[in-house]
Every structure is written in C-alpha cells, then in structure tokens.
C-alpha cells in the first residue's frame, strides 16, 4: 500500500489524494488572444501564452490534455475566393524554448467553385494528448496556442477563428 503507486490491482488502497489526478482541470481559457480575422489576401496569425503549470501541481501526471473549442466563420462572394482557418499548439518546458506539438490543423478551408457563395460556421474541438517529458514534470509545462485566418486568391471574403474555450487537463492516464 504505497501512495501513488499505479497501475492499482483488487484490494490496493486507493489514497484520497490521488483522486485529483485522474484527470484535474487545471486551466480554462475564454479570453480572446488567438482569434483571428483576415478580410483581404494574406494571413493573420494570433497566439496566447497561457499560464505555466509549475512541477508541485503536476505532481504524478504523465499527461497534459489540451482542448481547444473554437467557432470558425468563413463568406466568400466569389468564386475563385480561398479563404481558412486554422489552429496550433506549442509546449515548452519552463524556461526552455517551444516546439510544435501540433502543427497547423484546418478548422475551415473554402476552396475554389462554381458557387459564388460560401458561408460556413462551425464549432470545433480539438483534444491533444501531450506525453509529459521528465523535464516538463521537474521544471513545469506551459503551452502557448495559435490561430490563424487565410485568405488566398481573390480577397472577396472573410475567414475568423474565435477562441470558446481551451482548456489544460492533467491526467496519469490518456
């Protein structure tokens, strides 16, 4: 009977404290700071660093979960205009450089028709399972998420990526 002792069998204790790990929210996100808008040809990329996750509060988890809801709006009024969306997520470990840990994923994309007319609205979740590095778990964990509106070819339309939610789950297991 050791406290943090996973996997756990039939007749191992389970400790109160290990409760909260299953899966604890430890950061939920609505504010504005990846939302993006781009109404012409070129590109509008916006990013938020949220807050660092320090080691005390990771604690035994081997998995930082990152969902992110985002509303994704894309008009086009002709025909041969290109317009999308889309969203990405960097982790570091405190104090160290970031990386991708998901590149850019299409939330929205118009593509080129016979149809003068494109509206498309959509709510969207993306959930991303990142594998804790012994680093991360030592020195902390912080994420920083990118979104990203596209116009190409002709600049009739629009394309907006706007944040609902994002939020940080720790978790010993996926």
């Known amino acids: 009977m050791v406290e943090n002792d996973f996997p756990k069998v039939d007749g191992d204790v389970f400790f109160a404290s290990e409760a909260n790990i299953l899966a604890s ?11 993006s808008t781009i109404a012409t040809i070129g590109t509008d990329e916006q990013d938020h660093e949220l807050t660092a996750i320090t080691s005390s509060v990771i604690g035994i988890a081997d998995y930082l979960i990152i969902e992110a809801t985002v509303f994704s709006d894309i008009r086009t009024n002709q025909a041969t205009a290109v317009f999308s969306t889309a969203l990405k997520f960097q982790v570091k470990e405190t104090g160290q450089a970031y990386g991708d840990v998901m590149t850019y994923r299409n939330i929205d994309k118009s593509s080129i028709s016979t149809s003068a007319t494109v509206e498309a609205d959509n709510f969207t979740t993306i959930k991303w399972v990142h594998i804790l590095t012994a680093g991360e778990k030592s020195n902390g964990v912080q994420v920083k998420v990118f979104g990203k509106s596209v116009g190409a070819v002709a600049a009739n339309g629009t394309a907006s990526l706007v944040n609902v939610q994002t939020v940080l789950t720790l978790s010993k297991w996926k």
């Open 25 to 35: 929210i430890k950061q939920i996100y609505t504010a504005s700071g990846f939302d």
